[in-house]
């Protein structure tokens, strides 16, 4: 029997998102509808509300999850009810060029819920990040559900969904940061604070973290960063030089997305060293360089999408080091609000003053 819960609907272009009563169909082959615990408020969650992502309104929000798997379809071998679960936007297809590869991740054909989720008159509702989880609950594709240990706290478990797990597999995945490593971050939201984690994970001697709020830098610092740069108060290249000998980091995180910051990436690693881009640009932004720098300064310029996290693979790992008190995932839940609490937590990330708002039901 389709279910009716309530869920966060974002109705048309910077409208404001308000709950709605939606339909969950019961999972067909190869889904699974899962009971939400909770759910961390990102930034990718207010660009579909602007119509920044695409216009296929109305969309169901929400996408950095935790729950508990309530049913699965035919044929779901991976979960079963009663599993404990991150919800994930990376299902492997184990068939792409890049899964054939050995690549999965980079999978270019992941996998979401084929049935559609919709209101109560029949219209479908396009689920963010194909996993719609402000909600009581989801219908999401099998793959997309990652079991782990269920001693984690959800609201904690829940960001590892998104935004942590990009900026923590920023510093490890993409990066490569390694032991002995100087590291740069620049931009220490909740992206970059994920850097400067993965970073210390990783064994990195230095890690400067860099951003124009000084808030933000004592929670960088608290987190692992060893050094902090406050950029409004001088050149943050020539301060990130200072700091590394003269000679710039090993590996630098841009977790900001623009071009100037990016530049500052670019001139702020060693000679050799690798700039990894996790910030997300938009359509407008243009990037200028000399050539010859590029070449001249040689390593490697990197993105780093979903952290090039495999969920499979690092979920549960990095669950288990959050349990054992090495990966402080709690940090990151600035607060935890009611389902209704959206919008005005849309306006709290907007003035830089969380972490993290997590819904949790
Ligand atoms: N130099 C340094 N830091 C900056 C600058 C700048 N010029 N401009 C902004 N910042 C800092 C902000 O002060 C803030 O701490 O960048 C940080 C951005 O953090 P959040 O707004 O919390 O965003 P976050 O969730 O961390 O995401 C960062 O990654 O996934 C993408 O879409 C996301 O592009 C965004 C980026
Ligand atoms: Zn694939
Ligand atoms: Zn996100």
Not at 47 to 76: K, T
Not at 165 to 171: F, I, S, V, W
Not at 187 to 216: E, P, Y
Request: with cysteine; hydrophobic share 45%.
């Amino acid at each position: 029997m389709p279910q009716r819960v309530r869920g966060v609907i974002a109705p048309g272009k910077g409208a404001p998102v308000r709950i709605e009563t939606i339909v969950v169909p019961d999972p067909g082959p190869g889904e699974a509808v899962v009971k939400v615990q909770a759910c961390g408020v990102c930034h990718t969650d207010l660009h579909y509300r602007e119509g920044g992502i695409n216009d296929e309104f109305p969309f169901l929000l929400g996408h950095e999850a935790a729950g508990i798997v309530e049913s699965v379809g035919d044929g779901v071998t991976e979960v079963a009810p009663g599993d404990f679960v991150i919800l994930n936007w990376r299902a492997v297809c184990g068939q792409c060029r890049a899964c054939r590869r050995g690549r999965p991740q980079y999978c270019f054909n992941t996998h979401n819920a084929e049935q559609k989720m919709t209101l109560e008159d029949g219209t479908e509702l396009s689920a963010a990040l194909g996993i719609g989880a402000f909600a009581d609950k989801t219908l999401v594709a099998a793959g997309q559900c990652t079991k782990v240990d269920p001693a984690a706290s959800p609201a904690a478990a829940g960001l590892l969904g998104c935004g942590v797990m990009a900026g923590l597999g920023a510093a490890v995945n993409t990066g490569a940061v390694s032991r002995g490593d100087t590291v740069a971050v620049i931009g220490c939201g909740g992206v970059g604070s994920a850097a400067v984690m993965g970073a210390r994970l990783a064994g990195a001697a230095r890690i400067i973290a860099v951003d124009i709020d000084d808030n933000k830098l004592a929670t960088a610092l608290r987190l692992g960063a060893t050094h902090s740069v406050n950029s409004r108060a001088g050149d943050p290249v020539a301060a990130i030089q200072e700091l590394t000998g003269g000679n710039g980091a090993d590996v630098v995180i841009e977790a900001v997305g623009r071009p100037e910051t990016y530049k500052q990436a670019f001139y702020a690693r060693d000679l050799a060293g690798t700039v990894v881009l996790v910030g997300v640009p938009t359509p407008e932004m243009k990037l200028e360089l000399p050539l010859l720098d590029v070449f001249g300064r040689g390593g490697a310029l990197k993105s780093s999408w979903y952290g090039d996290c495999l969920p499979s693979r690092d979920f549960p790992m990095l669950i288990d080091l959050y349990l054992q008190g090495r990966l402080d995932l709690d940090a990151f839940v600035s607060e935890t609000i009611p389902l209704d609490g959206v919008e005005e937590a849309f306006v709290r990330m907007h003035k830089g003053e969380v972490l993290r708002s997590v819904v949790v039901f």
